[in-house]
């Protein structure tokens, strides 16, 4: 089985969690929370009848970042074609983070299933995140 689909929009890293000083309860920052649930919800109008996966996984993640404006025409090019990538903000490992605990538990049972991870920052012309799910 795969699930292969993409998130257009901003790209949102993971947030850290954040402590509320008043109550002393530990919450997870609104920007994230908001960004897992946009990444529900692609998966589910891709596959509105899905099945979670039980075997080991493989995740691909792509990440597309949007070209700078003030970037010379000769650089725009070699993003383009994947001979530049993006050393910006938000890091690696929190779009890793933020795309594996949004599918946990829905698209797979846990992410200790995970055995295989690809990722990737690219630039391209439209900000988006393409996310490959296989059972192998």
């Known amino acids: 089985m795969i699930y292969e689909f993409e998130v257009p929009g901003k790209i949102e890293g993971k947030g850290r969690p954040r402590l509320n000083t008043y109550t ?3 919450y997870t920052p609104a920007k994230t929370k908001d960004y897992e649930a946009l990444i529900e919800q692609y ?28 970037t010379k025409k000769t650089d725009i090019e070699k993003m383009l074609n994947n001979e530049i990538s993006p050393t910006k903000k ?3 490992d929190n779009v890793v983070k933020v795309v594996l605990d949004s599918m946990n538990k829905f698209a797979f049972k846990d992410d200790i299933q995970i055995t295989c991870l690809n990722v990737e920052k690219r630039y391209s012309l439209e900000e988006k995140v393409k996310i490959r799910i296989e059972e192998y």
């Open 24 to 26: 002393g309860i530990v």
């Open 43 to 70: 998966f589910l109008l891709k596959y509105p009848r899905f099945t979670t996966l039980e075997g080991r996984i493989k995740v691909t993640i792509i990440a597309y970042f949007s070209i700078p404006k003030t």
């Open 90 to 92: 938000p890091d690696i």
